[in-house]
Each structure stands twice: as structure tokens, then as C-alpha cells.
């Protein structure tokens, strides 16, 4: 059993948008943090969008403005809405969470493809 499940990447056109969605397991408790990381290739793995239980939000400077981030803490699920794509935005896109007795949980990944 997957204790995250990723959703929604594919293949856009650059200018277009995607939404990301990842759910977590019941069987996971406590969970605080909730985010998204994304590794290009032969790059390292990088933070994307972060936030908290509490609503508080991090992001990397690339995508501020042209991402957003939420969450429905009811379903344990992060989302990441994805607009004014580019093809420097192409990775794979990994769902973080931390649970508040700072233990994490990564997913499997999902890739976006930015064509130009």
C-alpha cells in the first residue's frame, strides 16, 4: 500500500497549466508540513512549494506568482496549482510530507513535461 498517491502531471505546452495532487494514507497521524520538491535531470532534487497545517506557505523564488499551493487537511491532501508553465519547469515532481514528530514521507514521483 502507497502510503502517498501523486496525481496530475503530464505533458503541457509552455504557457499552460497542470495541478498537481498528492493524498496521503489514514495511516499516517500528525502530519504537518506538506510540499512539493522537483528534480530535473542530472540536477538535484529542489524545494518547490511548502505549507504548513496552519496555512503558512514557502516557495522557491522561480515559481512565485505562477504556482500555488493548498491543502485540505480533512482529505491529507496537497495540491499544487501549476500556471504560466515553462520548460524549465520540466521534472520529476516529488510530494513531501512531515509529520510533526518530524518524521518524512516522500512519493514515488510524478513528471511534468514543459514543451516549448
Known amino acids: 500500500q502507497e502510503l502517498l498517491v501523486e496525481s496530475g502531471g503530464g505533458l503541457v505546452q509552455a504557457g499552460g497549466s497542470l495541478r498537481l495532487a498528492c493524498a496521503a494514507s489514514e495511516s499516517i497521524f500528525s502530519i504537518n508540513a506538506m510540499g512539493w520538491y522537483r528534480q530535473a535531470p542530472g540536477k538535484q532534487r529542489d524545494l518547490v512549494a511548502m505549507?504548513?497545517?496552519?496555512?503558512?506557505?514557502n516557495y522557491a523564488g522561480s515559481v512565485k506568482g505562477r504556482f500555488t499551493i493548498s491543502r485540505d487537511n480533512a482529505k491529507n491532501t496537497v495540491y499544487l496549482q501549476m500556471n504560466s508553465l515553462k520548460p524549465e519547469d520540466t521534472a520529476v515532481y516529488y510530494c513531501l510530507l512531515v509529520t510533526s514528530n518530524l518524521r518524512d514521507y516522500w512519493g514515488q514521483g510524478t513528471q511534468v513535461t514543459v514543451s516549448s
Open positions: 505549507i504548513t497545517r496552519s496555512g503558512i506557505t
